[in-house]
């Protein structure tokens, strides 16, 4: 079983940028895909960005596209969400989850859930 913790939240204006990672307390990410997912206030949760176990395949939302990165570091058993040109839109709680698809997509399945962490833009 693996556990993911997110961090890296935090409040910036607009236009600024932040990183988020996500690691794993317990297991190893580096054979699964993982995705990255937002939850605004009174809103579905939404797909961001998933990233091949390999880190060789990336895939985005239209809404994030050519502002958001995602990265890994299997080394270091983590996954990164570099955000930048953010708008008070992106505010929500970001999670990340684990999948085992070759190609991660927003209809993926994804097991494993981290606890999120909070991202607020101020305008």
């Known amino acids: 079983q693996v556990q993911l913790v997110e961090s890296g939240g935090g409040l910036v204006q607009a236009g600024g940028s932040l990183r988020l990672s996500c690691a794993a307390s317990r297991g190893t990410l580096s054979t699964y895909a993982m995705g990255w997912f937002r939850q605004a206030p009174g809103l579905e949760r939404e797909f961001v960005a998933a990233?091949?176990?390999?880190?060789?395949?990336?895939n985005y939302a239209n809404s994030v596209k050519g502002r958001f990165t995602v990265s890994r570091d299997n080394a270091k058993n983590t996954v990164y969400l570099q955000m930048s040109s953010l708008t008070p839109e992106d505010t929500a709680v970001y999670y990340c989850?684990?999948?085992?698809?070759?190609?991660?997509?927003?209809?993926?399945?994804?097991?494993?859930w981290g606890q999120g962490t909070e991202v607020t833009v101020s305008s």
């Open positions: 989850a684990t999948s085992y698809d070759l190609y991660p997509n927003p209809h993926s399945r994804y097991d494993y």
């Open positions: 990233i091949r176990w390999s880190g060789d395949y990336t």
